[in-house]
Each structure stands twice: as structure tokens, then as C-alpha cells.
Nanobody, 115 residues
């Protein structure tokens, strides 16, 4: 069993930055793909960014050039650096990770960008 806990969300003005963190805890034999998703009350959860165990990162088009995903496997942590934030980035951000070949989700952290 693994647990994912996100942190770093909050309220920021448009153009500002936030850094989200997600720590994976529990019995970890393998930590494969990790990623970030987001969801607003009116929309389905959407993929934002992913990073493989080898460090290859991919991004949804609307965040390319503004968001950077990274991971620290010594700390079992994945990060999402979000720059040049826009009001449309407002959402609950969820961490996802494949741990011991099972898919796990965090509880989410709210990001609110004011105009």
C-alpha cells in the first residue's frame, strides 16, 4: 500500500508561480511513471504532465513552457513548478504515481489564480 500527499497549492495572482510537491510513502519496491492532473468543478480530470522513471517529461499543450515536472527518487517525491500562472490554471491538482505496478492518487491540492 502506498500513499500520496500533495502540498504547495494556494492563491496566487496571474503571472505568479507555485511549486507543488507530492510525496509517496509506504512500501515502495518500484516507482514508475509519476504525473500531475487537474480538475475543476465543471470539467473532467485532465492530464497536465508526466515524468517517466528515466526522467523523460511530457506536457499538455496549454502548460508547455510554463510548467516543469521533476522528480527526486531519493525522496520519493514529484514536483510541479508552475510559472506564468493564468486564471484558467485554477483547479484542484492531483498527483498520480505507479507504485509497485499499481496506480495511486493523492487527495488533491487547490490552486487558485486570481486575475
Amino acid at each position: 500500500q502506498a500513499h500520496l500527499v500533495e502540498s504547495g497549492g494556494g492563491l496566487v495572482q496571474a503571472g505568479g508561480s507555485l511549486r507543488l510537491s507530492c510525496v509517496v510513502s509506504g512500501t515502495i519496491f518500484s516507482l514508475e511513471n509519476m504525473g500531475w492532473y487537474r480538475q475543476t468543478p465543471d470539467e473532467e480530470r485532465e492530464w497536465v504532465a508526466s515524468i517517466t522513471s528515466g526522467g523523460r517529461a511530457t506536457y499538455e499543450d496549454s502548460v508547455k513552457g510554463r510548467f516543469t515536472i521533476s522528480r527526486d527518487d531519493f525522496k520519493n517525491t514529484v514536483y510541479l513548478q508552475m510559472n506564468s500562472l493564468k486564471p484558467e490554471d485554477t483547479a484542484v491538482y492531483y498527483c498520480n504515481a505507479v507504485v509497485n505496478f499499481y496506480d495511486y492518487w493523492g487527495q488533491g491540492t487547490q490552486v487558485t489564480v486570481s486575475s
